[in-house]
């Protein structure tokens, strides 16, 4: 089993930038491919990217994500990162991270994956 715990959010201005971490505790962190997602207040939760066991590859659904946001991975510190830039007010949700046993099964959000309890990132106009 592995436990998740996001930190870094918190209130920002638009334009402005933020860096979320999720340390992972419990069974081996190199051996599981992570990502990030974002659930807005009566929206459906929304991958933002993925990143597979090693870090040589990520996957990024949304394109307009992509150029702004930015995943990454350090294992010898057992953490995933979300770099966050030209933040956007419609960026504002609750962010977690997810691990799971392959890129697949963090893209199709399966029921087999581990998840953090999230993080709010706020931003104003």
């Known amino acids: 089993q592995v436990q998740l715990e996001e930190s870094g959010g918190g209130l920002v201005q638009a334009g402005g930038s933020l860096r979320l971490s999720c340390i992972a505790s419990?069974?081996?962190?190199?051996?599981?491919?992570m990502g990030w997602f974002r659930q807005a207040p009566g929206k459906e939760r929304e991958l933002i990217g993925a990143?597979?066991?090693?870090?040589?590859?990520?996957?990024y659904p949304d394109d307009s994500l992509k150029g702004r946001f930015t995943i990454s991975r350090d294992n010898t510190k057992n953490t995933l990162y979300l770099q966050m830039n030209s933040l956007r007010p419609e960026d504002t949700a609750v962010y977690s991270c997810?691990?799971?046993?392959?890129?697949?099964?963090?893209?199709?959000?399966?029921?087999?994956?581990?998840w953090g309890r999230g993080t709010q990132v706020t931003v104003s106009s």
């Open positions: 997810a691990a799971g046993s392959k890129l697949h099964s963090i893209v199709i959000m399966s029921d087999t994956n581990y």
């Open positions: 419990g069974r081996t962190f190199s051996s599981y491919a």
């Open positions: 990143i597979i066991a090693s870090g040589s590859s990520t996957y």
